[in-house]
T-cell receptor, first 112, second 114 residues
Framework: GENVEQHPSTLSVQEGDSAVIKCTYSDSASNYFPWYKQELGKRPQLIIDIRSNVGEKKDQRIAVTLNKTAKHFSLHITETQPEDSAVYFCAASNSNTGKLIFGQGTTLQVKP | GAGVSQSPSNKVTEKGKDVELRCDPISGHTALYWYRQSLGQGLEFLIYFQGNSAPDKSGLPSDRFSAERTGGSVSTLTIQRTQQEDSAVYLC????????????FGPGTRLTVT
């Protein structure tokens, strides 16, 4: 069945360093890959997404890369700040259903 | 504009009772999704609605779970004969259309079954 694996489960970095979170997916029909940030007790917030016809997308300090052949996609956060601390979820979906299959999440801690 | 809203924000119920959770999607969004998030876990797909099409119920964990969407807008998720393992945050999301990708989440309903 459809599955998304996410690593690492926890990540601690020093303020100003970069953070990378990686995901792999199993459904070759997947063509949309969003990333959500969830702060404690809050709803997931869409921070960036990428579609299968694009290999990389950047928005200020956040970038996402996609390797369709390997079924890998990654989130890169540069110049991390304490307010980046949260749980990050990757997800995958295909245009037929739109339902999101989520990874298990990465708890990012940025130490000041 | 107004985002996705859900009610109640918290619900405590006794084992065996039925509960109803409500979701108001963003106006004009035709696709509506329900997910469940257990403590410290990822989000698990439950069911989705797209326009007048039959809903995709493939994620519902048991026949105690059902959902409906009236008039293509508000949705209600019903859990009958609640069990302790049903305790979780139930999140609703809406999207402009199926396959568009972007889904916007509501604040969730935290369900506790005692």
């Amino acid at each position: 069945g459809e599955n998304v694996e996410q690593h690492p489960s926890t990540l601690s970095v020093q303020e100003g360093d970069s953070a990378v979170i990686k995901c792999t997916y199993s459904d070759s029909a997947s063509n949309y890959f969003p990333w959500y940030k969830q702060e404690l007790g809050k709803r997931p917030q869409l921070i960036i997404d990428i579609r299968s016809n694009v290999g990389e997308k950047k928005d200020q300090r956040i970038a996402v890369t996609l390797n369709k052949t390997a079924k890998h996609f990654s989130l890169h956060i540069t110049e991390t700040q304490p307010e980046d601390s949260a749980v990050y979820f990757c997800a995958a979906s295909n245009s037929n259903t739109g339902k999101l299959i989520f990874g298990q999440g990465t708890t990012l801690q940025v130490k000041p | 504009g107004a985002g996705v809203s859900q009610s109640p924000s918290n619900k405590v119920t006794e084992k065996g009772k039925d509960v109803e959770l409500r979701c108001d999607p963003i106006s004009g969004h035709t696709a509506l999704y329900w997910y469940r998030q257990s403590l410290g876990q990822g989000l698990e797909f439950l069911i989705y609605f797209q326009g007048n099409s039959a809903p995709d119920k493939s994620g519902l964990p048991s026949d105690r779970f059902s959902a409906e969407r009236t008039g293509g807008s508000v949705s209600t998720l019903t859990i009958q004969r609640t069990q302790q393992e049903d305790s979780a945050v139930y999140l609703c999301a809406s999207s402009p259309r199926t396959g568009s990708g972007e889904q916007y989440f509501g604040p969730g309903t935290r369900l506790t079954v005692t």
